[in-house]
């Protein structure tokens, strides 16, 4: 029967019940590799937990998965605490993992080691570092107020070099907030900006304790600092973040007081040093300028001064004597050269050229007038042969012959009589033109031309 049957929906919620009241399934502890694993920025993350033989999907919503030290990897090896449930929409089951760290290896030691290759990977291990101030005048300290830190640097400080002020700007270094306190406290001192120099630190401990200095966050307010940065965190075997950051890296508080200023004492030392130094110096050479003065003095140019006039008189002389010599010898070759130049002038003087040229000048005008006549009369002669062809064969040559056309009322010529009707015409003549009728038909005209 129907009711006998149970709807997928209904078994699901069944199954889902047994794994949510089962006690050993509330609180899982796993151990696997991680497997399809990637990484959804700001997300849930879905990846699967196998070994050789199995697997098992996981769930690690956002919350649980920002309270991790590390990032998870593809192939990494984790232990997870979480609860089994079933998936209905699927009715697939899966593990809700609540905490993780990596099997094998501590978990804010991997965050450390991933940490570190990241900001390596950017070079930030590797910036030029930033000199220490040699004498400052005042000095930040980011540290805990009430920690051994402040206390060994102001003694050291005060013992090495009492005219530098210490100033304290108080900060969480240790706990889940440490972190942002401290990069408010660098960056609060940068925004100040009248410190020399700026020491970072705080005692020794457990990685757990130091771990606000292994954060990325004042790893890279430390690299961003305008002032010189001394880190001073925990004892001389523990490196953190920070030390690999800043310019210098002290081992103890003390340590970094000492390399913050330099012993007054030594200080004053050496400036009488270099002040008996520089006393010596100036005396040596006030010494050897006053050698150099007297033999100077007692040089030629002082103390016979005629005597280097004298040989620059007699070069002189010498070099006039020169110039004269010189000067006749130039002027004589250039007369010789305009004696040579005005002979071959005169030797090809252009009078005999014009007056020959001259000479065949008027010879080519005559023969030019000759040309000209000739030709003028040979043109005469051709115009008459011309004149007289025309006048040959002009109409009114013929018509002094008694020769005459005849015309119409339109000037039209009349060449028929079968062109003739009863009209008026103009017979043309050598000396004039005679208006005529024209009354007879054409027919009668016709038979009596053919009578």
Request: proline share 4%; net charge positive.
């Amino acid at each position: 029967m129907a009711n006998d049957y149970l709807t997928v929906s209904a078994l699901t919620k069944y199954i889902k019940r047994k794994f949510d009241v089962d006690p050993y399934l509330t609180k899982v502890y796993l151990t696997g590799e991680i497997s399809n694993f990637r990484l959804r920025p700001n997300a849930h993350q879905y990846f699967s937990l196998k070994d050789d033989h199995a697997k098992i999907s996981a769930i690690l919503f956002k919350s649980a998965f920002n309270r991790l030290k590390f990032t998870p990897e593809e192939g990494m090896k984790v232990l997870v605490v979480g609860h089994i449930s079933v998936y209905e929409p699927s009715g697939s089951y899966q593990i809700y993992v609540e905490q993780m760290e990596p099997d094998g290896v501590g978990q804010l030691y991997q965050a450390y080691e991933q940490l570190k290759q990241k900001l390596s990977a950017e070079g930030l291990f590797n910036l030029p570092k930033q000199p220490l101030t040699q004498f400052p005048k005042r000095i930040a300290v980011v540290t805990s107020p009430s920690g051994a830190v402040i206390r060994d640097i102001i003694t050291t400080v005060r013992r090495r070099y009492p005219i530098a002020q210490i100033v304290l700007f108080p900060a969480l270094v240790q706990g889940a907030e440490a972190s942002e306190d401290i990069v408010r406290q660098i960056e609060r001192v940068n925004q100040l900006g009248s410190f020399d120099t700026l020491i970072v630190g705080r005692g020794g401990g457990s990685i757990e304790d130091l771990w606000p200095f292994n954060e990325e966050n004042v790893a890279r307010a430390i690299v961003a600092s305008k002032i010189p940065v001394i880190s001073s965190v925990g004892h001389e075997t523990d490196t953190t973040i920070a030390d690999l950051v800043a310019d210098v890296r002290a081992a103890t508080p003390t340590a970094a007081a000492e390399l913050a200023v330099p012993r007054l004492d030594q200080v004053l030392v050496d400036l009488r040093t270099t002040q008996n130094r520089i006393i010596n110096a100036t005396y040596q050479v006030v010494q050897a300028n006053k050698l150099r003065l007297k033999r100077l003095q007692q040089s030629t140019v002082f103390t016979s001064p005629q005597r280097i006039y004298e040989t620059f008189s007699q070069r002189l002389d010498l070099l006039n004597q020169r110039l004269y010599n010189q000067s006749d010898k130039i002027t004589g070759k250039q007369k010789e050269r305009f004696n040579d130049l005005k002979l071959r002038l005169r030797l090809v003087a252009p009078t005999y050229t014009i007056k020959e040229q001259q000479q065949k000048l008027g010879t080519l005008k005559n023969r030019l007038n000759r040309a000209t006549t000739q030709n003028l009369k040979n043109v005469s002669q051709h115009y008459q042969m011309l004149v007289g062809s025309l006048d040959h064969l002009s109409p009114l040559k013929i018509l002094s012959r008694g020769y005459t056309y005849t015309t119409d009322e339109q000037g039209q010529l009349i060449k028929r009589v079968a062109d003739l009707h009863s009209q008026t015409i103009d017979v043309h003549f050598s000396d004039g033109t005679v208006n005529a009728s024209v009354n007879a038909s054409v027919n009668k005209i016709n038979a009596k031309k053919e009578k």
